[in-house]
């Protein structure tokens, strides 16, 4: 059974860092991309970050870029998001999604997480 | 950057009805178009994929159609199971983008 299980989300001030880890099973996580999706509260979905299967190419939306950071350990089946200066448009579940289809960059998710929740706020 | 608009954004309907939600894409994106569903408080569903292609366990009441820049979610006949927010995603090329969502609801 495919399982992703984030953890690390919280409360933080505008400004501060975070970091989010997805811990999957069920699958040979080193064969699949990885992207991590945010949704804000009562808002639609949002590609943030995706990653390469083997962790040598990744991606990043405009909202992040310079801000935000995508990594995995594929011994450790993990995939990380390291969110740095964080702003209060940030808030969001942060959903990590496996991703399947062909080519580099021709992906949809057919499994996700539950979602963690961040809430940047003073 | 491929802007993904959605419409209706709410639709109303009742159980055993047939709905369609269009998606369409700010340029082309061949048939690299996936539906999902979401249901509060869960986390997002595959429905279909390749524009046209059904995730396995999805039932057959649900169908996606199109090309290019115009494409269709259809559910033939609604269960009340289905009542839920549906988004199209595209994965033409990083950054993917979705849609805004349509809210489907009882009427």
């Known amino acids: 059974e495919v399982q992703l299980v984030e953890s690390g989300g919280g409360l933080v001030q505008p400004g501060g860092s975070l970091r989010l880890s997805c811990v999957v099973s069920?699958?040979?996580?080193?064969?699949?991309?990885m992207s991590w999706v945010r949704q804000a509260p009562g808002k639609g979905l949002e590609w943030v970050l995706g990653?390469?299967?083997?962790?040598?190419?990744?991606y990043y939306a405009d909202s992040v870029k310079g801000r935000f950071t995508i990594s995995r350990d594929n011994l450790k089946n993990t995939l990380y998001l390291q969110m740095n200066s964080l702003r209060a448009e940030d808030t969001a579940i942060y959903y990590c999604?496996?991703?399947?289809?062909?080519?580099?960059?021709?992906?949809?998710?057919?499994?996700w997480g539950q979602g963690a929740l961040v809430t940047v706020s003073s | 950057d491929i802007q993904m608009t959605q419409s209706p954004s709410t639709l109303s309907a009742s159980v055993g009805d047939g709905v369609t939600i269009t998606c369409r894409a700010s340029?082309?994106?061949?048939?690299?178009l996936a539906w999902y569903q979401q249901k509060p408080g869960k986390a997002p569903k595959l429905l279909i994929y390749?524009?046209?292609s059904l995730e396995s366990g999805v039932p057959s009441r649900f169908s996606g159609g199109g090309s290019g820049t115009e494409f269709t979610l259809t559910i033939s006949s609604l269960q009340p199971d289905d009542f839920a927010t549906y988004y199209c995603?595209?994965?033409?090329?990083?950054?993917?983008?979705f849609g805004q969502g349509t809210k489907l609801e009882i009427k």
């Open positions: 999604a496996k991703a399947v289809g062909v080519g580099a960059t021709n992906y949809f998710f057919d499994y």
């Open positions: 069920g699958f040979t996580f080193d064969n699949y991309a």
């Open positions: 990653i390469s299967g083997t962790g040598s190419l990744t």
């Open positions: 340029q082309s994106i061949s048939n690299w």
């Open positions: 390749k524009a046209s």
């Open positions: 995603q595209h994965y033409k090329s990083y950054p993917y983008s």
